[in-house]
T-cell receptor
């Protein structure tokens, strides 16, 4: 059973299109994240949700809209895709705040987005 | 603002050599956590260790060891008797409590690509 699963694993699309990446975790964690890894392997946080509430929004363009229908799911919708959006997007989750291991992130396998 | 610096972009060693990956961090918080993650060629990110700012004891886990020194703001990672399977990108990361304490945010270094040759 995959702890943090993302779909799709690969996504190739044209500039200007809209696409979504889905993430689900079965760890019972309260907090979920989206990280972006660029072509130089640099990892940067984009968003974080704690129990469906947006907590961190790291100056990401408005074209990126996260949605958390429940605490086990965090989806990422991207409008009007640009070449610079090409990257690997990682979903992650972590346990309840102040619990043991609260800030230990479990990552999904990543979703590689290529914008042509 | 917090910052993590991994000055070594790439390291190449021959199997069975020991190798140390450097990590230097900056933070104004007195309470923080340091991490190492491994990203093998398959691409997933694997948690290796977490260390809090109040615990400067070194840690050893099999062939892996970590040296945390607050005086130099460093959290270095040593692999003893390296193996080909250790080839990966290794990330050091820092976590402070987000404002309001409602969440944690990991700030990653740029990673060190370790290649272990047979």
């Amino acid at each position: 059973d995959t702890a943090v699963s993302q779909t799709p694993k690969y996504l190739v699309t044209q500039m200007g299109n809209d696409k979504s990446i889905k993430c689900e975790q079965n760890l019972g964690h309260d907090t979920m994240y989206w990280y972006k890894q660029d072509s130089k392997k640099f990892l940067k946080i984009m968003f974080s949700y704690n129990n469906k509430e947006l907590i961190i929004n790291e100056t990401v363009p408005n074209r990126f809209s996260p949605k958390s229908p429940d605490k086990a799911h965090l989806n990422l919708h991207i409008n009007s895709l640009e070449l610079g959006d090409s990257a690997v997007y990682f979903c992650a989750s972590s346990p309840k705040l102040y619990s043991s291991g609260a800030n230990v992130l479990t990552f999904g396998a990543g979703s590689r987005l290529t914008v042509l | 603002a917090q910052k993590v610096t991994q000055a070594q972009t790439e390291i190449s060693v021959v199997e069975k050599e020991d190798v140390t990956l450097d990590c230097v961090y900056e933070t104004r918080d007195t309470t923080y956590y340091l991490f190492w993650y491994k990203q093998p060629p398959s691409g997933e990110l694997v948690f290796l260790i977490r260390r809090n700012s109040f615990d400067e004891q070194n840690e050893i886990s099999g062939r892996y060891s970590w040296n945390f020194q607050k005086s130099t703001s460093s959290f270095n990672f040593t692999i003893t008797a390296s193996q080909v399977v250790d080839s990966a990108v290794y990330f050091c990361a820092l976590s402070e409590a987000h404002s309001g304490g409602s969440n944690y945010k990991l700030t990653f270094g740029k990673g060190t690509l370790l290649t272990v040759n047979p």
